[in-house]
């Protein structure tokens, strides 16, 4: 199972960017798909979740500038982040617990991260 994050780049502070994670490999069923975020120095911080069924939470540092959804379909999960700021630098990174069978067990795998840089 692979997870490739994209839509990273720099954005001036009060702008949007739109990042996109998909999924690949032996998939019989993701459960949560989680994006975390980790700046220099800084511990990795949960950004925001999404269940299987589209139950939803954020972090508090995040919470009504970004939006997180998700394409079963697809096996994709997407995270709107509006009004930027600088303090949202940071490596993000997404996470998703996949069963490969289903009776096997849901196992957690991470993306390699895109980097989103936002400048004053």
């Known amino acids: 199972v692979q997870l490739v994050e994209s839509g990273g780049g720099l954005v001036q502070a009060g702008g949007s960017l739109r990042l996109s994670c998909a999924a690949s490999g032996s998939i019989f069923r993701i459960n949560t798909m989680t994006w975390y975020r980790q700046a220099p120095g800084n511990q990795r911080e949960l950004v925001a979740g999404?269940?299987?069924?589209?139950?939803?939470h954020y972090g508090d540092s995040v919470k009504g500038r970004f939006t997180i959804s998700r394409d079963n379909r697809e096996k994709k999960v997407y995270l709107q982040m509006s009004s930027l700021k600088t303090e949202d630098t940071a490596v993000y990174s997404c996470?998703?617990?996949?069963?490969?069978?289903?009776?096997?067990?849901?196992?957690?795998?991470w993306g390699q991260g895109t980097q989103v840089t936002v400048s004053s």
């Open positions: 999404i269940t299987s069924g589209g139950s939803t």
């Open positions: 996470s998703a617990g996949v069963q490969s069978s289903y009776f096997g067990p849901v196992i957690d795998y």
